[in-house]
């Protein structure tokens, strides 16, 4: 056996199925999907698992609502830090109400 090869094939094989396997889809969940749609609306990947994570811990319908929303303004120049300051805005706002 060669030091290129491996059980089942050779190493451009075995390489090939991890660039197929990467380029899969690993979405699993509802607020993975809508983490990704509101960083596509921001235009934010570098941030997206920050929304990830908004998504799975705040009202999904409220974050869509809010990101479309920003999504359709031309001036803003970092929409990402818009939507995030806008977000907690919303929770101080309802925090409020509640106490």
């Not at 809010?66 to 990402?80: P, T, V």
């Amino acid at each position: 056996m060669k030091a290129n090869e491996f059980v089942g094939g050779s190493f451009s094989d075995y390489n090939s199925k991890l660039i197929k396997r990467k380029a899969d889809s690993r979405i699993y969940t509802k607020h993975q999907s809508l983490g990704l749609l509101i960083a596509e609306l921001l235009d934010d990947f570098q941030h997206k698992s920050l929304y990830i994570k908004l998504a799975k811990d705040r009202d999904p319908d409220e974050l869509l609502e809010i990101a479309k929303n920003i999504s359709k303004m031309q001036n803003l120049r970092n929409k990402g830090s818009y939507f995030m300051s806008v977000v907690y805005k919303n929770k101080k706002s309802k925090d409020k109400t509640i106490k």
